[in-house]
């Protein structure tokens, strides 16, 4: 097997609470050492002095729209992407069409995933069949068929004895179940967050409330069944207070924080600009500021993306026939280290641990972790590269981003996947 070696590198293994200039040794598809590595000779070595070395950055929260909506992205692409943004882990959402709500489906997009040759994909199963909310989907058969967890994300399961039943038997399988949390009733026709910038501009607003009555109903029901519960794109104050009470409560419940969240506000809205309209909704300067509280005290334990790819001509509709969403994986890590490294709401390790072993643990999944033994899926960042963010040079298919034009610092520089490195494969060349 060949021997890499990745020297004199800041290696950062949260999972192991490792933070030291060191070499990473990796024999074949998975991490052989960290530091010395005796009577080994490298096939090949890469100097690394000055830059990160950490996990495969994880984002447990993407889009790649295949099967069905293959003009916005592919399995392809979105991996691509992925590895570009320095993520070699992703899970894709089950919003498909036809939704991937069965054993077939979770399979057709493994097989899809390892032809592309990028990063690795993990399905996500919906929890009700065709995602309508009515009928439970075959649950046992998704996770054979490599589902690691449920949601029926874009749209929340209204019925709280069907989502009773998927935590009843998302327990029996160790499977988590992911809550997209919104209140539907109060959301029609919503174009961005209800409050003084929605009055202003005349547009129908997406109250906070909508979102915390499922998070609260979530939180109860995982109290009732013992299930374990990760609430999706957190974007509210109330919501963060919520998930901290229930921690504190002991009950089994995650949280998630997606960048715009924490670094736009509805006030972007004011230029009708589409690529700041997404579900959630962009809310005010004081829920940005409770989601990062958050964030620096636990209670969101996982960054993700919400990576959700439109093509052009979707977005440059009118507002509020526009879809939901951005893309979001070459632009997570920069974003990221823009809004909580720089102002130092964390540190290093901790921005990694919540993109590697925190997302890993909630998807029951052998990532995230530079263990000896463990998979060599690693990253390479350089954290003092400047650069300006160009949507027209992302290996996504689709370029709906608010962050074009950003000068950021820090990228990935280098990303290896099963101790290989990754040469990005592509329609895009």
């Known amino acids: 097997m060949a021997i890499t070696v990745l020297r004199g590198g800041r290696v950062i293994d949260p999972s192991q609470s490792i933070d030291q200039i060191s070499d990473l040794w990796m024999e074949g598809e998975k991490i052989a050492a960290i530091g010395d590595f ?16 950490c996990p495969g950055l994880i984002d447990m929260h993407v889009h790649l729209r295949e099967p069905g909506r293959e003009e916005d992205e592919t399995i392809a692409t979105g991996t691509a992407s992925a590895i570009s943004g ?32 990028n990063a690795h994909v993990f399905p996500i199963g919906a929890i ?27 749209t929340p399961v209204v019925n709280s004895e069907i989502m009773r039943r998927a935590m009843e038997y998302s327990k029996s399988f160790d499977k988590a179940i992911l809550s997209h949390s919104e209140d539907l009733e109060m959301t029609k026709g919503a174009v961005m967050n209800e409050g003084v910038e929605s009055m202003r501009l ?46 504190a409560d002991g009950i089994r419940v995650t949280g998630e924080a997606c960048p715009h969240h924490f670094t736009l506000t509805d006030a972007c809205l004011r230029s009708f600009d589409s690529n700041y309209k997404m579900s959630p909704p962009l809310r005010t300067q004081a829920d940005v ?46 974003i990221c280290i823009k809004a909580l490294i720089e102002p130092g709401i964390l540190s290093w390790s901790q921005m990694i641990q919540k ?8 998807l029951s999944i052998d990532r995230g972790t530079l ?33 074009g034009g950003w000068k950021v610092k820090g990228r990935a520089e280098q990303v290896f996947v099963d101790g290989r490195l990754a040469q990005v494969k592509s329609k895009l060349g």
């Open 371 to 403: 263990k000896v033994g463990g998979w060599a899926d690693v990253t390479v960042i350089d954290p003092t590269v400047e650069w300006i963010i160009d949507p027209t040079k992302f290996l996504s298919k689709s370029r709906n981003t608010p962050y």
């Open 289 to 334: 500021e409770a989601i990062l509280a958050g964030i620096k005290d636990g209670t969101l334990d996982v960054l993700a993306t919400d990576h959700a790819p439109h093509s052009p001509e979707k977005k440059a509709r009118e507002l509020d026939l526009a879809p939901n969403g951005i893309v979001g994986l070459e632009t997570f890590l920069p």
């Open 38 to 53: 005796p009577q080994r000779i490298a096939d090949q070595e890469f100097d690394v002095g000055g830059k990160i070395v």
């Open 355 to 362: 993109m590697t072993i925190e997302p890993a643990k909630v």
């Open 202 to 247: 005349g547009l129908r607003g997406y109250p906070a409330a909508a979102e915390e009555i499922f998070i609260y109903r979530e939180i109860v029901l995982a109290k009732l069944t013992g299930a374990r519960v990760h609430i999706l794109h957190v974007s509210s104050a109330g919501g963060v207070e919520l998930i901290r009470r229930a921690k």
């Open 128 to 154: 009700t069949k065709g995602r309508t909310g009515q009928e439970l989907a075959e649950m046992g058969g998704l996770v054979d068929g490599g589902a690691v967890a449920f949601t029926d994300d874009g």
């Open 86 to 117: 320095g993520v070699t882990s992703l899970a894709c959402m089950p919003n498909t069409e036809p939704a991937l709500d069965s054993q077939a489906a979770a399979e057709f997009i493994i097989l899809q995933a390892r032809r592309a040759g």
